[in-house]
């Protein structure tokens, strides 16, 4: 059976984007692959992130995990932290990588665009592809499915293990990006030619848990444009284009079946059916999180996935030290 690896930094509070881009493809998948989906915490370090808030991140995320129907009994489900050789492996793996690839990410690019010019820029976001392909290399993993912000790192990571393997003789799988088909790139509701994401305006963005009166309220307000046609244009009408996204994401039904559905409705009805379908899958989402956080389940789960990663972790880091000369 092949293996597919994901996951999730416990940064800001989960987006739809992050459940229609990646959520969504882990559950599809989780009976076709063997599947381990992990939380990403020591990639919520490479900004500065307060510890209470940190934790609280990372217990949404185990939650919204299990209540999604992520199955521990199919999936290795683990806390990044709590596997040791990730950061170890990270290192040799900054130690395999060069500034100039690092520099050219979009996502570094973009991220230290933000930060103000007198401001110092943490090493943590240069590096942080360098750790992004130890968690996947790890695992001989076949398929990473992601957005497609992601979509670049595993490519670096595939460029690693390449030269990794063609220096010190085969080590590692080269993996693949694995994309949703609609739903790779979610945008902002309130800047529609953007990402929607957890440090975007609040306004353009839904969070899976937030107060559903307020969801309906951002998406009842998304931007759109002068016409009244529902059709899909992206570069002409990114607003309706991504709420049809959406709807299709949620549905499964396909852009075309929808836009056909909505053909002569206004916009107001429109974006009142994609509220509906939101809500409703995010009301049922939070009522499963709440049990799931009153149950005392978390740990266990975490305990179990975290001893199985170590297992595969440790024989391939061995695996490593061993070409490399470190033991
Ligand atoms: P992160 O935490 O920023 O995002 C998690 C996943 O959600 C996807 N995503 C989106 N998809 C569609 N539309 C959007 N608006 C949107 N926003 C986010 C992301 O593409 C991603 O798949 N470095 C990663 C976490 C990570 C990882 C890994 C992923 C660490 N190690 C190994 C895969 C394999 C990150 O910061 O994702």
């Known amino acids: 059976m092949k293996r597919m690896l994901s996951g999730i930094k416990p940064t800001g509070q989960l987006t739809l984007g992050n459940y229609i881009g990646a959520i969504k493809q882990f559950i599809a998948y989780q009976d076709e692959y063997e599947m381990i989906v992990f939380i990403a915490d020591l990639h919520a370090l490479t900004l500065p992130i307060d510890p209470k808030e940190l934790r ?14 992520l199955d521990p009994n199919k999936v290795i489900l683990f806390k990044q932290s709590d596997v040791h050789e990730h950061a170890e492996l990270g290192y040799i793996m900054a130690c395999n990588s060069y500034m100039g690839e690092l520099s050219r990410m979009t996502q570094y690019k973009d991220k230290t665009s933000k930060i103000k010019t007198n401001d110092s820029i943490p090493t943590g976001i240069f590096v942080y592809p360098t750790l992004m392909a130890a968690d996947i290399l790890l ?3 076949d398929y990473i499915p992601v957005g497609i912000d992601q979509k670049q790192h595993v490519e670096l990571t595939r460029d690693l293990a390449i030269r990794f393997n ?3 003789s085969e080590t590692f799988i080269v993996p693949e990006p694995v994309l949703s088909k609609t739903g790779a790139k979610i945008n902002s509701l309130s800047s529609p030619d953007k990402k929607m994401s957890k440090s975007e ?3 353009g963005t839904i969070y899976l848990l937030e107060d559903l009166n307020i969801t309906r309220k951002k998406i009842m307000s998304a931007v759109t444009d002068s016409e009244n046609e529902i059709r899909y244009d992206m570069e002409n009408k990114p607003g309706i284009s991504n709420l049809l996204t959406i709807l299709s994401a949620l549905t499964n039904k396909s852009i075309d079946a929808l836009v056909e559905e909505y053909k002569g409705f206004g916009y107001g009805v429109f974006k009142k059916a994609v509220a509906d379908v939101v809500c409703s899958e995010l009301e049922a989402l939070q009522n499963k999180v709440k049990e799931i956080q009153e149950s005392n389940v978390i740990e266990q789960i975490l305990a179990d996935g975290a001893q ?13 030290y061993r070409k490399i000369g470190l033991n």
């Not at 609280?56 to 129907?69: E, H, M, P, Q, R």
């Not at 199985?308 to 490593?320: E, I, P, Q």
């Open 56 to 69: 609280k991140n990372t217990k949404d995320l185990i939650s919204v995990y299990l209540a999604c129907g």
């Open 139 to 141: 695992y001989d993993a």
């Open 166 to 168: 063609n220096h010190y």
């Open 201 to 203: 305006s609040d306004k």
């Open 308 to 320: 199985k990663a170590t297992y595969l972790a440790r024989k391939k880091l061995s695996k490593v």
